[in-house]
């Protein structure tokens, strides 16, 4: 194999791929890119945070390579330029070799490396091949968390126009867009998909209902992944199902100013996560809602959960993941699941951004084993479970389709086999259609589903159809 | 050459081992000050305990033993107790501390440093080898790497060889010689390289805190790279 030093004491594989940019990136970084890039990093490191963090990180990296052994990506690559730690080190070179007085000694004493084009090509490739996970953190003897890093990389090579098309265009169009939302869905199409929800479960629970949009001084706000209002009715039907049978229908809404939990910023800029944040509290503060609920979606709920406070301080509004609201209401007996309607095993996948840092692991698995007879764990579970392979907003770019299917998904469709499950339960929006990909491509005989598409199932609905009946019914149609 | 040993064990000694505390404490100084004074207001919400428990469940890391490391994390744990032990509680190293700075720190037997200096070379040349011939080691490491590794064995070899008449095939005081200059050696590198882990171990730990990005920054890189006109 070719080898060239790109970074001091790193060898980076030389392949005629790495000379251009790959074509889902942006192709428009210019002749100055290096100059760029150099000024971008600066002025990052100069307003934001990271440099205590980078300057720990350089002077303590021992490099021992146990991360390697965690990473999904690179188990099924191969590759060795998808160890976490080496692309951590190429954005820790530069920062040595351009940041700090001892990097620039040392470029002064030997013949150093210097950035070029092709090292920032390199870089918009591999930080997009990582998929965020952080699950390399767990196994690194110093905690190095090189989704902060991959983030961080990515951060830079946005600023010099280097990003994936799809994030971009999805961000643009909810910040600047019309409709404020990911997915384009005007306020007119929210109605009109409210609406069939609200027909389909009055056919399908037997109660009458109408969705609360933009009703003021309620308890929560609801937010989820907008594609679920196009892709998922099941699981908003479930969720719609736990507020409704709970009693807590009058206590929630969905705003129709912003409707959208997704942000992106999260996989890959600062600017963008704290301006979506920002929308989305402001449509909270307009409705005077107390508490955000966000759907099933795990990079939503953590970008929700750990960024509210850390960018509106005091006047951050609590916010709650759904299935700790339906687990809230299981304990306290406001809802009731029949065990006899789900008899497929079923097996719970872990996303990423609410499972690594341990915040809900648990939650999900009590709701189902209350309901659910034939449960059973993948291994690895919990906050070491493996990624779906879509994390980090990849799954949102599908010119990496294959890449997805046969690297960054390939062990967790091992993984899901070795189960033997029938239904495999993903309480993610991009955890799902990444899955649902991944079962069609590997052809495994496995069903991917929202918890509460489970629930919508057997929850008990006080005056209408009981679940059983419900079942029936829907066997019946199948047939 | 008796002159020579009195050199490095007295002022050299003083001035390597002075220079050694002084960047390590730059080191942690800086990032403390980072965490207190810039991020001071912010760090409420940061889960210290379990990263604390997280710190500490690493010193015996027997639940962090991986499928497919577990030889390379055995050697690596292994020599880090010798690493640790040997310098600061072997008799003769427990002597010189009390001297040099008044410590009176307890002394593990002989046999015991023996065995551990004897399991710190093996594991150290283990951990060589696992760099040099597995390439996916190789890739992530430069000069840099070995030559800490070897300069890591240097003090712990000659050590041995020093304390073992029978098979120190230089003369005693030219081994120890090496055994004192490679050690102050060390003690210069420690805060200038990857060895300052002994210290950064963990601020590296704490990337829950890093994750508390500083609110309005993102809008300040826009306005300094774009001016008025954001991009989006």
């Not at chain 1, 307009?286 to 508490?291: D, E, I, K, P, V």
């Not at chain 1, 309901?371 to 599908?398: A, H, I, K, Q, W």
């Amino acid at each position: 194999m070719d080898t060239t030093t790109a970074v001091p004491g790193i060898e980076t594989i030389d392949s005629p791929s790495r000379r251009t940019l790959p074509y889902h990136l942006m192709k428009h970084p210019g002749d100055d890119l290096v100059d760029r890039f150099l000024e971008a990093f600066g002025r990052v490191l100069e307003f934001t945070d990271y440099k205590p963090l980078l300057d720990s990180y350089r002077r303590s990296n021992t490099k021992c390579n146990r991360c390697a052994v965690a990473c999904p990506v690179l188990q099924a690559s191969g590759d060795p330029k998808d160890i976490p730690c080496y692309r951590t080190n190429l954005l820790l070179g530069i920062y040595e070799r351009y940041f700090t007085l001892d990097g620039w000694l040392k470029s002064r004493f030997s013949n150093a490396f210097e950035l070029t084009e092709e090292i920032i090509f390199e870089m918009g490739d591999i930080f997009y091949r990582c998929t965020a996970c952080r699950r390399c953190t767990r196994v690194c003897p110093l905690g190095f968390d090189h989704g902060l890093i991959t983030r961080l990389g990515r951060y830079v090579l946005s600023l010099v126009d280097i990003v994936p098309k799809a994030l971009q265009v999805s961000v643009q169009e909810q910040l600047e867009g019309e409709t404020h939302n990911t997915s384009k869905v005007p306020r007119a199409g929210l109605l009109d998909v409210l609406e069939f929800l609200a027909e389909e479960m009055e056919e399908m629970l037997g109660v009458e209902l109408e969705f609360p949009t933009d009703r003021e001084d309620r308890d929560y706000v609801f937010f989820c992944a907008v594609s679920d209002y196009l892709m998922e009715p099941d699981t908003l039907m479930g969720n719609a199902a736990v507020l409704y049978a709970s009693g807590d229908w009058d206590r929630w809404t969905i705003g129709l100013c912003n409707y959208d939990g997704i942000n992106y910023g999260l996989f890959y800029s600062d600017w963008h996560l704290e301006n979506i944040i920002k929308q989305l509290v402001s449509e909270v503060d307009r409705l005077r809602g107390r508490n955000i609920l966000i759907g099933e979606c795990g990079h939503a709920s953590r970008a929700a959960h750990d960024f509210i406070p850390t960018f509106m301080g005091s006047k951050a509004p609590p916010v709650l993941n759904f299935m700790e609201y339906t687990l809230d209401c299981l304990r306290k007996g406001k809802i009731t699941l029949d065990p006899d309607v789900i008899t497929e095993r079923v097996t719970y996948h872990d996303p990423c951004n609410i499972a690594r840092s341990g915040w809900i692991v648990e939650q999900p698995r009590e709701i189902l084993r209350s309901f659910v007879p034939d449960f059973v764990e993948m291994t690895p579970r919990g906050s070491d479970n493996l990624c779906c392979g879509g994390g980090g907003g990849l799954v949102s770019v599908d010119e990496i389709h294959e890449f997805r299917m046969d690297i960054a998904g390939r062990m967790k469709a091992e993984q899901l086999r070795q189960t033997g499950a029938e239904i495999v339960v993903a309480p993610c929006a991009n955890c799902k259609k990444q899955l649902k990909e991944l079962v069609e491509y590997y052809d495994i005989p496995c069903r991917v589903a929202g918890l509460h598409d489970l629930i919508l199932q057997s929850i008990v609905i006080p005056g209408g159809i009981s679940p059983m009946e419900r079942k029936e019914r829907a066997d019946l149609f199948t047939i | 050459m008796e002159a020579w040993l009195d050199f490095a064990k007295g002022p050299l000694f003083a001035f390597t081992f002075g220079i050694m505390i002084a960047g390590l404490f730059r080191l942690v100084f800086l990032q403390v000050y980072h965490l207190l004074v810039k991020k001071g207001r912010r760090l409420k919400d940061v889960p210290w305990m379990a990263m604390v428990r997280e710190s500490l469940s690493w010193v015996i890391p027997v639940r962090h033993i991986e499928p497919g490391t577990k030889i390379f994390s055995i050697a690596s744990f292994l020599m880090h107790i010798g690493v640790i032990v040997v310098p600061l509680f072997l008799l003769d190293h427990v002597v010189r501390w009390e001297r040099f700075l008044g410590l009176d720190l307890p002394a593990v037997s002989k046999g015991t440093a023996d065995i551990l200096t004897l399991l710190t070379i093996a594991c150290s040349l283990l951990l060589l080898a696992y760099r040099t011939f597995r390439a996916r080691h190789r890739t992530v490491s430069g000069p840099v790497d070995y030559i800490l590794l070897v300069l890591v064995l240097l003090p712990f070899v000659s050590g041995y060889l020093a304390m073992h008449p029978a098979l120190n095939p230089l003369p005693w005081d030219v081994m120890m010689l090496t055994h004192i200059l490679s050690a102050e050696v060390l003690f210069l590198m420690i805060p200038a390289t990857k060895l300052a882990h002994v210290v950064l171990f963990f601020f590296d730990r704490i990337s829950a805190v890093h994750w508390q990005l500083r609110p309005g920054a993102g809008d300040r890189v826009a306005e300094a790279l774009y001016g008025e006109e954001v991009r989006i």
